[in-house]
């Protein structure tokens, strides 16, 4: 594997809370991409840099521990709307990708997960959120 390799990865959230702010956050916390749900799934594609190991690096990319890597989904106040309700973030790990399907982002294809996007509170999903079946190459 070359040096920094660049795959493409989209995070769907199935059935966001419509009216809610959601965006992606970067390493400083702050948002990026804001956008307001509405009935249809939310999808945000992220740009990671992958290095021989593999190794996650992106803007996006956070970590935690010598080998855990997520990307944060910034929700309500913390995507920007000061006025929300909901100050939540959703933890999608992504260091755990299957070899398989990293071999095909490398070649350029893009890897979906589909997210949940209510909590158990009838609220948007936060906390480590896990895929709702494995990640897949996007036709």
């Known amino acids: 594997m070359a040096a920094d390799q660049q795959i493409t ?10 009216g809610v702010a959601y965006s992606l956050q970067n390493k400083q916390g ?3 991409c804001a956008v307001i749900a509405g009935e249809q799934p939310l999808s945000f594609d992220v740009q990671v840099a ?12 956070r970590r935690e521990g010598p080998t855990r890597r997520f990307i944060y989904i910034a929700i309500g106040e913390q995507a920007g709307d000061a006025s ?3 100050n939540r973030r959703a933890k999608i790990d992504i260091h755990d990708l ?10 350029g294809s893009v890897l979906e997960a589909l997210l949940p996007g ?3 509170d009838g609220g948007p999903a ?7 079946g494995p990640w897949k190459v996007v036709e």
């Not at 299957?98 to 982002?105: G, R, S, T, V």
Request: positive net charge; charged residues 20%; proline residues 17%.
């Open 9 to 18: 990865l989209r995070l769907t959230i199935g059935e966001p809370v419509p």
């Open 30 to 32: 702050e948002p990026v």
């Open 50 to 61: 992958v290095a021989p190991g593999p190794r996650f690096l992106g803007d996006m990319v």
């Open 84 to 86: 929300s309700p909901w």
């Open 98 to 107: 299957p070899a398989k399907l990293l071999e095909k982002a490398l070649a």
């Open 118 to 120: 209510r909590a158990a």
């Open 126 to 132: 936060c906390a480590s959120v896990r895929p709702l």
